[in-house]
């Protein structure tokens, strides 16, 4: 334990005195070292955290957990195999679907699109699409009408605004004497939704099951099955049972066999962002190592006269490991302070780089989402704390060890 005197000492070491400003400018900078270190890996390792976050929100509330896709991209009788889903424990929900590649167009311009029809009350509940309407509602939603809703992307990249008429036309369409005719059909905008996942916003085009199956003549067939569980990081156990009883109707896929690359990049650049600026952290350290050098030095006929008045060595190292663990936990403070206002004002901060550079540093084309995200994971920063704690006190042990071993004998015989 630290006794009062101890603490007395190491306190007044770190307090800058006549003379010694260069030492406190020292401290200052090491301090400041740790301050950056802390703060980086609190922000990257956040805005990491938030990426892998949002992305797995936005897919996961668009696609589901699982998806069951027929063979031929048809499920004929699937009623039965829909109420073994929805008994299966640990699905909340399941539903079926269609979804189809095709050609949108309006006003003179056309697009590729990814058409997906679902049953008209799921549409309206799903809690991902009714939070981002940005235009129109999804409460027009029925069964039997030619509506739709699109993404936002699609919308300005085709002009469309709730109320105006889009054409869908699918190649297969019905064969004559002079072959394939394209199946052409309008389709009434009412609403216009931004999920956040540029590539969706892009494509998408949302309609009712029962006008997906009358504009793809499927009769009372569906394209798929979508299966929404209570975790999504348990669903392989999930859909253990299920894997028996699919193999007659088509075949399953879990959003990590569908994601599966893009996740594992994110995890890769996550582990790599943590290694690289763990480096920033590491040269923090030693900055504390010199520092605390630099401070035994100037403070050696002090620890002298300590020693001839009695106090032990490992008094003098718990006092050097007192002050060097001081520097490290006040820069660790304004670390995570510095991390914290970083966050903050990431989408400013970004914006501000991109207006001084003009570069856009964020793009939602390349990094799929709309804005830079942010989600705290307090495991991992309990983690960062800890971490930058022991390389504090690691730091702190040569310098200590050298102001312990002092003789003073030999400091003080010419003084």
Do not use: C
């Amino acid at each position: 334990m630290l006794s009062a005197y101890e603490r007395m000492v190491a306190w007044r070491y770190l307090k800058p005195r006549r003379g010694e400003g260069f030492m406190f400018v020292v401290v200052g900078f090491s301090i400041v070292g740790i301050m950056l270190g802390v703060g980086a890996l609190v922000a990257v390792m956040t805005v990491m955290n938030g990426f892998r976050a949002e992305l797995l929100d936005k897919i996961i509330g668009v696609n589901g957990h699982a998806l069951i896709i027929g063979y031929d991209g048809k499920i004929n009788n699937w009623k039965p195999l829909l109420e073994q889903v929805k008994a299966t424990p640990g699905v909340t929900k399941a539903m079926p679907m269609i979804e189809r590649q095709l050609m949108g167009s309006h006003a003179s311009r056309s697009s590729g699109i990814i058409v997906r029809g679902l049953p008209a009350e799921d549409i309206e509940t799903n809690p991902l699409m009714k939070s981002s309407v940005t235009a129109g509602s999804l409460k027009d939603f029925t069964n039997n009408e030619s509506v739709v809703a699109v993404g936002s992307g699609l919308a300005d990249q085709l002009a469309l605004k709730v109320g105006d008429s889009m054409t869908l036309i699918a190649p297969e369409g019905q064969v004559t004497p002079f072959g394939t005719t394209p199946r052409i059909a309008a389709f009434k905008v009412i609403a216009i939704v931004q999920v956040g996942v540029s590539d969706y916003d892009k494509a998408f085009v949302f309609m009712p099951l029962a006008s997906a199956q009358n504009f793809f003549d499927l009769g009372t067939a569906v394209g798929g099955i979508n299966i929404i569980s209570a975790n999504a990081d348990t669903i392989e156990e999930t859909i253990a049972p299920l894997k028996s009883k699919i193999p007659p109707y088509g075949q399953i896929y879990t959003w990590k066999i569908v994601n599966k690359s893009l996740f594992d990049a994110l995890q890769v650049e996550q582990l790599m962002m943590f290694f690289i600026v763990s480096i920033i952290m590491l040269v923090a350290a030693f900055n504390i190592v010199s520092s605390l050098i630099m401070l035994v030095q100037s403070k050696i006929k002090d620890i002298a006269i300590l020693r001839t008045m009695g106090a032990e060595r490992k008094a003098m190292l718990r006092l050097f490991m007192l002050s060097g663990t001081t520097i490290g936990l006040i820069g660790i403070t304004l670390g995570f302070a510095f991390g914290f206002l970083i966050l903050a004002f990431r989408n400013n901060i970004a914006n501000a780089i991109s207006r001084a550079t003009g570069y856009n540093v964020f793009d939602p084309s390349v990094y799929f989402l709309s804005e830079l995200p942010a989600r705290y994971n307090w495991h991992q920063l309990s983690g960062i704390f800890i971490l930058s704690f022991l390389l504090t006190i690691l730091a702190t042990i040569y310098p200590s060890w050298k102001a312990a071993s002092t003789d003073p004998v030999t400091v003080l015989r010419y003084d």
